[in-house]
């Protein structure tokens, strides 16, 4: 069962605006979630994380806001640019496993010049 | 690049082969990490170190798979007879465990394994 679940394999914004990056959990022992970057043939780098306990983080372009009553999380870019093209996963840990994270299938954003 | 390093890269074998990669973490993270990643998913946990303790493996590693971390540094994950169905990416991460909490992991650029 996938704990951890992106809709959307893919998404495409023009250069400048607003990308929308969603993420959809199941397991309500999740404390902490995370976005990780992957371009290819590189692993996968950390981006941003929030903790439960807050709806909101911001660092710089990035924000990632946190819905818990809905099991829901976004990660916001703005303003894209095109060397944010790349798979974005969403992914989460906690309830006494905080040394492994799940995470979710992943979101190919592409931004176009 | 004090990163995380893994090898080999890229590694083609034929099935019932035995492969072995090998990872560097990052000098002074105590913690390791082994997922695999598959065409279309997500990494996958697969195993994780505390200095040289093997402290929890995923029920994907099946008894064909086998690591290591000898000494608490590098480590080196082993798949005996393998299957066209090992054929993934193996990403190695680490951490220092006041991290361990927020679960940010640095992760290599993997190993990818073909089997023919």
């Known amino acids: 069962d996938q704990q951890v679940k992106q809709n959307s394999p893919s998404l495409s914004v023009q250069e400048g605006r607003i990308s929308i990056l969603n993420c959809d959990y199941t397991?309500?022992?999740?404390?902490?979630f995370l976005w990780y970057k992957k371009y290819p043939a590189e692993g996968p780098t950390f981006l941003i994380s929030?903790?439960?306990?807050?709806d909101k983080n911001e660092d710089g372009r990035f924000t990632v806001f946190l819905n818990k009553s809905a099991k829901h999380l976004s990660l916001h870019i703005v303003p894209s640019q095109p060397g944010d093209s790349a798979v974005y996963f969403c992914?989460?840990?906690?309830?006494?496993?905080?040394?492994?994270?799940?995470f979710g299938k992943g979101t190919l954003l592409t931004v176009n010049p | 690049d004090t990163g995380v390093s893994q090898d080999p890269r890229h590694k083609i074998t034929k099935r019932g082969q035995n492969v072995t990669f090998r990872c560097d973490p990052i000098?002074?993270?105590?913690?390791l990490y082994w997922y695999r990643q598959t065409l279309g998913q997500g990494p996958e946990f697969l195993t994780y170190?505390?200095?040289?303790?093997?402290?929890?493996k995923s029920r994907l590693l099946s008894d064909r798979f086998s690591a290591e971390r000898p000494k608490g540094s590098f480590s080196t994950l082993e798949i005996q007879r393998t299957e066209q169905g090992d054929s993934a990416m193996y990403l190695c991460?680490?951490?220092?465990?006041?991290?361990?909490?927020?679960?940010?992991?640095?992760f290599g650029e993997g190993s990818r394994l073909t089997v023919l």
């Open positions: 397991n309500s022992m999740f404390d902490y």
């Open positions: 170190f505390q200095n040289e303790a093997q402290l929890e």
């Open positions: 991460a680490s951490s220092r465990i006041t991290l361990v909490a927020t679960g940010e992991l640095f």
């Open positions: 929030i903790s439960s306990i807050k």
């Open positions: 992914a989460a840990t906690g309830g006494g496993s905080n040394y492994k994270l799940t």
């Open positions: 000098s002074e993270h105590n913690r």
